[in-house]
């Protein structure tokens, strides 16, 4: 499986940018997905998550009810919708995808060792 995201760039603070993930590669079925990002110096965290039929969708603290995870119904391309950017949105955003195991919900959907494939990361930069 390949994610291929893209969408990232220079944003003003208060602005808005979408991100979409696309996966190919398997034929057949959806995959949960999710984002995640990294700053420089930091760890990679926990964005949002979508699951496979786009029913629910679980978010970080820190961006719930700015950022909105939804997907293309028709197949395996996810976007990440953020407003009211903040300088400390900056970081490089990843999506990735679960392939192999189980359906996670809630805060479970943050543990990066369930997900089975990462894409190569769009970078955001907020400017203040």
């Known amino acids: 499986v390949q994610l291929q995201a893209s969408g990232g760039g220079l944003v003003q603070a208060g602005g808005s940018l979408r991100l979409s993930c696309a996966a190919s590669g398997r034929p057949g079925g959806s995959y949960a997905m999710a984002w995640f990002r990294q700053a420089p110096g930091k760890e990679r965290e926990f964005v949002g998550h979508i699951t496979w039929n786009g029913r629910n969708t679980y978010y970080a603290d820190s961006v719930k009810g700015r950022f909105t995870i939804s997907r293309h119904t028709a197949g395996n391309t996810v976007y990440l919708e953020m407003n009211s950017l903040e300088p400390e949105d900056t970081a490089v955003y990843y999506c990735?995808?679960?392939?192999?195991?189980?359906?996670?919900?809630?805060?479970?959907?943050?543990?990066?060792?369930?997900?089975?494939?990462w894409g190569q990361g769009t970078e955001v930069t907020v400017s203040s």
């Open positions: 990735a995808a679960v392939v192999y195991g189980p359906a996670c919900s809630g805060y479970g959907c943050g543990d990066r060792k369930i997900y089975d494939y």
